[in-house]
């Protein structure tokens, strides 16, 4: 599998959750508040959103390559980090798995005990579907942004990421609920994966690292990162279940 088809991917499963998560508040708001105010909210951070795609595409554009890598490449590592320890954390039931379905009751709850409308405008449907929105969504431009340009495939990586969100609000308007049987947690670890090795490989890269085997060396870093999370689950799961009947005799 190419750098393209990694990218694709990367940016596919990235934004698929995103999506997912930012679906669930907006439907949540919008069932109990209505759908008006809600729309409006998600209308203007997607503006937004527009706005800082066309400021940050071009600005990038100016950076050295060299340089541009080392910088996305620390940043991917970060963020892959963080997604990959959530995941293990999950996985290993040291954190309890995200659950749709209880964000999406938790939503609800809170939307409807927020005060009622006393305007043409709900800003509480506003604030929170601007908020949700442009929160994940920046989420989503930045693996974009990063994957595509650290490699000159920005439009593989905005394709996978369009994909994607097409495939969620589109599937969300047929079944108008939450998507609570995406295993977002699985996806999650996948993403965390690919952001982790697509970040050790630019990194390096950028400070003039020659991988030996060029692609080939990114998909030994996934196998490594991969193998190692698994092992790690499988070391927390241990002591998690040692740790378990200690604390039953005391």
């Not at 060299?66 to 039931?93: E, N, P, Y």
């Not at 920005?154 to 939450?178: D, K, S």
């Not at 670890?189 to 050790?200: D, E, W």
Request: proline share 2%.
């Amino acid at each position: 599998m190419g750098h393209a088809a990694l990218a694709f991917l990367t940016a596919f499963l990235a934004s698929g959750v995103e999506a997912v998560e930012a679906l669930t508040i907006v439907l949540a708001v919008g069932v109990v508040r209505g759908w008006r105010s809600t729309l409006i909210g998600v209308g203007a951070a997607g503006g937004i959103l527009v706005v800082a795609v066309a400021l940050l595409g071009p600005a990038l554009g100016h950076v050295p390559i060299g340089t541009l890598r080392v910088v996305v490449g620390v940043l991917l590592l970060a963020f892959g980090l963080q997604w990959l320890r959530k995941a293990i954390l999950r996985s290993s039931g040291f954190k309890e798995l995200h659950d749709e379905d209880a964000a999406y009751a938790k939503e609800r709850g809170q939307a409807g005990e927020a005060a009622a409308a006393g305007s043409a405008m709900d800003w509480y449907s506003f604030t929170v579907a601007f908020k949700g929105v442009l929160l994940e969504g920046l989420e989503v431009i930045f693996v974009v942004i990063a994957l595509g340009t650290a490699q000159e495939r920005l439009g593989v990586a905005a394709l996978g990421a369009a994909a994607a969100i097409v495939a969620v609000v589109a599937t969300g308007l047929l079944v108008h609920r939450p998507l609570s049987r995406v295993p977002e947690n699985s996806i999650k670890f996948a993403v965390g994966v690919l952001l982790t090795s697509f970040g050790c490989f630019w990194a390096a890269e950028g400070v003039g690292v020659d991988w030996p085997g060029d692609e080939l060396a990114l998909l030994i870093l996934i196998a490594y990162f991969g193998l190692l999370s698994v092992a790690l689950i499988r070391v927390l799961r241990y002591r998690s279940s040692a740790v378990r009947p200690a604390a039953a005799r005391t």
